[in-house]
Each structure stands twice: as structure tokens, then as C-alpha cells.
């Protein structure tokens, strides 16, 4: 499994999907660029996600909140007090850890312990007593670096959502049960990173604040449960590679009363893909405490006004990401290598589903020195790019091409040959099957629209 993951680190690189950031300056632990692939791929995600939870739903609605707001905001929330990680030092080389990280190779980041209670760097065994660290990156606002001008970059996208409870319920006029939706970066300063992106401190999540009628609150978690589950089947995850963790009693948040965590066994082993919390009224209790406003809900058919509970999904857009990649990562057997006749090198497919995949067709011409060849194809290029994101590409041979685009998972090739010119027949190939068929140039278009479901 850990050879897997390097193969997928590998292919992120190599074909544009994700990049250390600030490489060429030595890069900086945990930060990641998304290139020309993995940016589609991620805006494929959430425009998914956008589709399924705001467009399919008649009673959730998008924000888009800002990454600083103001510090009352997080002391409200508990993220001053609460949202820490124990950290302790190793004595010999002052390399610092998450405490809870001390079991034998839970060392994401920088190598594996040698042993338990044991540094991963050096070996060494005295540590400093664990002391408590806040996960928020700090900041000022103006051009005054005090305690006056403090503030943070989120953490998390919730708490926008509560500020704006009353505005977005008031505005769109929305009754209980409504959710409000939000997108978007997040910030943490995590003491452990590693495993690729997965523990990033740049990134984005994906989720909802469901706010619902106290005593109603047990049922619906249960449906969002369900729903945020099937949402990552639906993306192609596979059914075996999910469970649920639901957290201990004694394990909740200060916020929660339930929280289940959905995990995705990932190569490195299973860990937490997204979560669904039952945060009940603290988040509105507690800013209507701290600002003095009103955030209670006038229910019109009862009379009475009550501080929703609510019901909050949560995903993590690059550790989806992250599994569906794992999730579509498979080798074949293909051509014969260079230097032997006997030996086949493997060839990477990337299935991932159609409607995710970064490049959903390839133009190929069969011959790039067949100047018609050339010109129909990139014609039909021409004409295919404004329905969907296409690639040109006519360097090496037909066979090459196709592999080329096995591995950043684009669903069909297009080759223009000589009964394009002769016919007006383009060949389309499938990646999954390798399947190819005849289709008319003039029918081109709706077959891969049918196809491709868009």
C-alpha cells in the first residue's frame, strides 16, 4: 500500500495534478499547488457537490463567507480556548510533535518512529512536558502589529454561517428546516503534517449548517448521514473502502452531542474523509451571547421562538480528492519495453468517473505529418472544446497517446484517420474498455454528450 502511494504522488507531479508549493525555493511542508489537471479535477468536485446539496435541494442555500472575520467571532465559537493540539518536543534535536501522534510510525510527517515513545529524527527518548497549541494562523488587521489588531484566518467555514444565520433566513425567507452551504479555504496550523495533502494547512471544506427544530434533530442527522455517504459512492468511491466511526461519548466536542466520522481506507490506512456533527443550539447560543443580537427563529405556526439545533456535514475537498485518485489508481500490462522483448512495462489507467475526470476528450490525429489529418482534427477540436475540456495531442504514436490519456483518466480519445477524410468517420475509443467505435463526424458531438451525461 505504501508503494501505491508513492506511485500516486509520482503521477501527481509528473502529469500536472499536484505540485510542492514553492518548490523551486525548497518547498514548504504541507502547503501543495493544484495544477492544470488537479485544478479541474477539484473544481469538478465541488461543482458535484454544489449539484447535488444546493441545486438538487429546495432548501439549501450557497455563502460565500470571508477567510478573516472579526476575533470576537472565534472566541464565541470556543476556537480560542478549545481548538488546540498537545505538543511536545523532543529534548535531543527539538524536533515537535503532536503528543497523540507518539505511537510506533504515526510520524505522517517526518519519518517513522523508530519505536514507540521514541523521536523519528534522532531516536531520541526524553520529550518536554506537552504543552497546548492553537491550530489558528494569526494575523492583524491594519498596519498595527498589536494584541488590538489581532485576528485569524478561519479554521473552518462554519462560523460564517452562524454570524449570517439571521440574514441568510431573513433575506430568502426561509422556514425550518433550511441548511445554508459554503466552499472555500481553510487555514490550520497543524504540528504533524504528511501523508501527501492529506494533512494539508491550506485547504478547502466543503459543508453545511442544517438547522432544524430541537427534538427533530436525531432523524435528520441520520438522513445527512446517509445523504453525505452516498454522495462519495456516487463520486465512484468504492463501497468497501468506507466505514463509519462514531466517536465516543466522552471523545465529542464541546459543540457536539453525536458525531460519526465517514473514513476512506487510504494507503496509508483508514482514516477520517468527512464527518457529520450534531453541533445542537451551541454555535447561535453562543454568538447571540457574545454579540447581543437575537438569533433565535420565530415559528409562525406555534408562535414561539427557539434557537435551532443543528446538523452539520463536512468534507475535506483535497482528501477527497486525495481517495479518488487512490480509488482510480490501476496498472496494465502494455507494450513491450525498449530494451527487452519478453518484458511488459505497466501502464497506468486513472477510472475515474467521467463526470470528475480533468480532460473528458482527446483529439488525436492519426498522423501529424498529414497535413488534412492535421486540420480536421484540429477542426473538430475547435468544435467539441466550447462543450467540454478537450486535449490536442499529436505527438508519438497512436498507442502512446492513448496511454498518455489513460493516465490522467480521460474517458474518450477521438482519433481523425483516413475514413474521417474518406467517410467522415472519427474513431472513438473508450479508456475503460478500450472499446473503439465508428461515429459520424455530424453525430459526434451528441454521442459524447450522451455518453459523458451532460
Partial sequence: MEKLMEKIISLAKRRGFVFPSSEIYGGVEALWDYG???????????????????????????????????????????????FTDALIECKSCHARFRADHMDAGNFVGQGKAKAKNQCSLCGGKEFTEAKQFNL??????????????VAYLRPETAQSMFANFKHVQESMRLKIPFGIAQIGHCFRNEIT????????????????EYFVKPG???????????????????????????????????????????????????????????GVANRTDYDLSQHAKFSGKELGYFDEESGKTYIPYVIEPTLGVERLLLALLADAYGEVEGGRTKTTESVKEKEIVLKIDRKLAPVKVAILPLLKNKPDLVKKAKEIHGNLKTNFICQYDEAGSIGRRYRRQDEIGTPYCVTIDFDTLEKDEVTVRDRDTMAQEKVKVSELLNFLKLKLEV
Fill in 216 to 274: 427533530e434533530d436525531e432523524k435528520i442527522f441520520d438522513e445527512w448521514l446517509n445523504d453525505w455517504e452516498k454522495f462519495f459512492v456516487d463520486l465512484g468511491l468504492k463501497k468497501e473502502n468506507l466505514r463509519r466511526y462514531e466517536h465516543p461519548k466522552g471523545d465529542l466536542a464541546h459543540y457536539s452531542k453525536r458525531t460519526v466520522d465517514i473514513e476512506y481506507k487510504f494507503p496509508f490506512g483508514w482514516s477520517e474523509l468527512a
Fill in 136 to 149: 489558528m494562523f494569526k494575523t492583524y488587521l491594519g498596519p498595527i502589529e498589536d494584541e488590538a489588531h
Fill in 36 to 82: 492544470p489537471l488537479g485544478s479541474l479535477l477539484k473544481s469538478n468536485i465541488k461543482k458535484e457537490w454544489l449539484k447535488t446539496f444546493v441545486q438538487k435541494k429546495d432548501n439549501v442555500v450557497l455563502i460565500d463567507g470571508t477567510v478573516v472575520m472579526h476575533p470576537k467571532v472565534w472566541e464565541a465559537s470556543g476556537h480560542l480556548k478549545s
Fill in 193 to 208: 503534517t504528511g501523508n501527501f495533502t492529506f494533512r494539508s494547512r491550506e485547504f478547502d471544506i466543503a459543508e453545511i
